[in-house]
C-alpha cells in the first residue's frame, strides 16, 4: 500500500461546510471559506499551500485552482471518508479534537487553575483537562459532546478503514 499522507492543509469552500467541521474534528488544517468567494478561496490555495475541496466544479477549469478535490457525494460523512480514502489521509485518534473548530488554530492545553474564572463552577469542579484556543480564546473540555465526537469520527475511522480493507482484497 501506498504511503499515507500525514500532513495536507484544506481550504473549503461554502459547498462543502460541514464537511470543513469534520476535517477540522479529525484534526486537519481546515481554511472555510463561508462566502461564495472562488478568489478567496483561490488565494488561500496559493498563498498558504493548500487544497481546494469543494463540490463546486468550476474549480476544475481555473488554472491558478490546480491542487483541486472535487467531492462527489452530498453526505458529509461519505464526503469526509471519500476525501481521507482518495487523498490517502492517515486518520489519528491523537490528532481528534485538536484544532478550534471555530478559527482553525491547534488548540493548546492550559491550567487548570487559570481558567477558574472563565467557566461554569461544575465544569471547573468535574473536568480535570482544559484546552484553549490561542486565537479567540475559546475554552474546550473533554464532556459529553466531545466524547460523542469522538465516537462519531471513531465511527467514521472504522468505515474508512474497511473500505480500504476491502480494496486491497
Known amino acids: 500500500m501506498a504511503m499515507e499522507k500525514v500532513f495536507v492543509r484544506f481550504v473549503c469552500d461554502n459547498t462543502v ?35 481546494i475541496v469543494s463540490r463546486n466544479s ?22 469526509f471518508c471519500q476525501v481521507v480514502i482518495d487523498l490517502k489521509l492517515t486518520l489519528s485518534t ?32 468535574t473536568q480535570e483537562r482544559f484546552s484553549t484556543c490561542p486565537n479567540c480564546n475559546r475554552i474546550f473540555w473533554q464532556a459529553t459532546h466531545a466524547r460523542a465526537i469522538k465516537e462519531k469520527l471513531l465511527k467514521l475511522k472504522s468505515a474508512v478503514d474497511r473500505r480500504r480493507q476491502a480494496a486491497a482484497d
Not at 485538536?98 to 493548546?108: A, F, G, I, M, Q
Open 17 to 51: 461546510g460541514k464537511l470543513a467541521r469534520l476535517l477540522r474534528m479529525a484534526g486537519f488544517d481546515t481554511a472555510y471559506v463561508v462566502d461564495n468567494d472562488v478568489g478567496r478561496v483561490i488565494a488561500l490555495c496559493r498563498e498558504e499551500d493548500r487544497k
Open 58 to 79: 468550476r474549480y476544475a477549469e481555473l488554472v491558478l485552482a490546480d491542487n483541486f478535490y472535487h467531492v462527489k457525494v452530498d453526505n458529509p460523512e461519505e464526503q
Open 94 to 125: 491523537n490528532h481528534f479534537l485538536s484544532r478550534c473548530l471555530n478559527c482553525n488554530r491547534e488548540l493548546e492545553e492550559i491550567n487548570k487553575a487559570d481558567i477558574k474564572e472563565h467557566v461554569f463552577p461544575y465544569v471547573f469542579k
